[in-house]
Structure formats: C-alpha cells, structure tokens
C-alpha cells in the first residue's frame, strides 16, 4: 500500500494545549508575515492563508477588531472586511484561476468556528473534481502545494494591491 504523508495535519489533531491569547489578533503584529502566513493588510483587516487548509489557496479575511458577532463591528469596519473580501476573491482568481469559491463564516461554536471569539471569512478555491474518494475513504486530503508556495504565489499580488495602505 502506497502512503501519502501529511504530518503538517498532526498540528491540527493533537494541538495539546493552546496557546493564550488570539492567533487572529497576535499573528497580524508578528514581523514574520511568511512564518505567520499573513498575506495583506488594510487599516481594519487583514487576509492570512489558513494553516490547516481544505484547498490550496484558502485563505481567511479577518478584521483587526477582535469580535465574536458580526454585528459588533462598526459600518467601517464591515465595509473594509466586505472589500478585503472581494479583493481577496479577485486575487486568488488571478493566482489560482479556480472555477469557483467557497466564501462562509461560523460564527459561534456551534455552528463550526475553529476560532469562535474572533469572526473570519473562509474563501475556498474550487475546481471541478478537487474531490475526490481520498477523503471520502481515506479521511485524507490531498494537497498539491505547500503552504509556503501558495505564500510565495499569493504575497506579491498582495503587496501590490495594498502597496499604498499605510498599515501595510
């Protein structure tokens, strides 16, 4: 029997204990942005690659503001977070030319959220027939890029965009 090795995901099973704090709220202030994964930032958000990903290319849109609900950001802030969104989609297009995305946001434990006290926004890359039985049988992802390399792929069109924001 052939093995597929991912020994990035064992990170994810058996985390042990958490760090304290807030990953979405500490690794934007980190001076590493290719170790923190961290793509772009605007004033009020930023984008970061999700280190556990279900495609290549996922990436998340988090506001600066460390908030559970929605609704407690301000009309700002939502409206950077939705433009941060949209900038987001348009790049990993040009990066990745998938033929559809996955965009969605838990929010609350129970309805999923890793990260419950500080809201994010998913954007998942698809394309036809990125599933497959692996998953389904093997309980496995395939991944064909290292999460480095989508860094590598995604940071310059970042950089590019937000080149003139003075939070960059």
């Known amino acids: 029997m052939d093995q597929l090795w991912a020994p990035w995901r064992m990170e994810l099973i058996a985390r042990g204990e ?4 807030c990953i979405f709220c500490d690794l934007p202030r ?3 942005d290719r170790k923190s994964l961290v793509l772009g930032r605007t004033e009020r958000t930023f984008a970061i690659l999700n280190r ?3 495609n290549n290319g996922h990436l998340m849109v988090v506001p ?3 908030a559970a609900e929605l609704l407690a950001l301000s009309p700002e802030e ?8 949209r900038v987001a989609v348009r790049l990993v297009g040009q990066a990745y030319g998938p033929q559809g995305y996955n965009l969605g946001m838990n929010l609350g434990r129970m309805a999923g959220a890793g990260i419950a006290d500080h809201l994010h926004w998913h954007l998942v890359p698809r394309w036809n027939g990125d599933t497959n039985f692996m998953p389904v049988l093997g309980d496995t992802k395939v991944m064909i890029e290292h999460l480095q390399t989508s860094w590598d792929r995604l940071r310059p069109l970042f950089e590019k965009e937000f080149s003139k924001v003075a939070a960059w």
């Open 30 to 32: 980190s001076r590493d």
């Open 64 to 66: 600066r503001t460390h």
């Open 52 to 54: 556990f990903p279900y």
């Open 18 to 21: 958490q760090p304290a704090g």
């Open 78 to 85: 939502n409206a950077e977070l939705a433009e941060m969104l």
